[in-house]
């Protein structure tokens, strides 16, 4: 089993639309989630930290389930600029090391 | 805002030689890494680097590989003899690491493209 696994992608939706992405985990002792965002031959850019609580920021929600292992991130209204690869993250102590899922690609058209 | 910083941005070798690829954390930034990502695939882990040592490496960073903090600011990852396969993108990244708040994010610099011919 991978440790962080996504949706295959990709998605193309259109403006307005909200999409969901999904991602699970398979180490329980895993410390923090992230959603990065990477555009095309660029770096990973932090789009937001995955809480248990939930959280969100403006057009975007993640949520995190420790029990099922399971992460989330859902985005409202999408635009044209939202067209990035997606990645899920997690975070472990140990090293401090991050690793990766595959990501998930959106496209975002008019 | 502070940012990483890499150089070169691109980086054309023969097979075979060594290279060194170069990175400036952000300068009150405690934890170093590097990773790598080849065309179409997912980053991956190389290694991690704290209190000028490595803390943590991965398979993939065998003995061609070796990292060095040679100054305050510089954070460099060497590659001794290139293969075709080490062709990819390096990223490095660096996090604050202090006790308390939000100290496990990194922040990645704009990475280095490295094409072994």
């Known amino acids: 089993r991978k440790e962080v696994e996504q949706d295959p992608g990709p998605f193309n939706v259109p403006e307005g639309a909200t999409v969901a992405f999904n991602c699970t985990y398979s180490n329980s002792a895993s410390q923090s989630f992230f959603w990065y965002r990477q555009d095309c031959r660029k770096e990973p850019k932090l789009l937001m930290s995955?809480?248990?609580s939930g959280n969100e920021d403006g057009r975007f929600t993640a949520q995190l389930n420790r029990a099922s292992q399971y992460i989330s991130l859902l985005i409202r209204d999408s635009k044209l600029s939202d067209s990035a690869t997606y990645l899920c993250v997690v975070f472990y102590n140990q090293g401090g090391k991050l690793i990766f899922g595959q990501g998930t690609e959106l496209s975002v058209k008019p | 805002e502070p940012e990483v910083t890499q150089t070169p941005s691109h980086q054309v070798t023969q097979m075979g030689q060594e290279v060194i690829l170069r990175c400036v954390p952000i300068s009150n930034h405690l934890y170093f890494y590097w990773y790598r990502q080849i065309l179409g695939q997912k980053v991956e882990f190389l290694v991690s680097f704290y209190n000028n040592e490595i803390s943590e490496k991965s398979e993939i960073f065998d003995d061609q590989f070796s990292v060095e903090r040679p100054d305050g600011s510089n954070f460099t990852l060497k590659i001794r003899s290139t293969k075709l396969e080490d062709s990819a993108m390096y990223f490095c990244?660096?996090?604050?690491?202090?006790?308390?708040?939000?100290?496990?994010?990194?922040?990645f610099g704009p990475g280095t493209r490295l094409t072994v011919l």
């Open positions: 990244a660096s996090r604050v690491g202090l006790a308390g708040g939000s100290t496990d994010t990194q922040y």
């Open positions: 995955v809480y248990s």
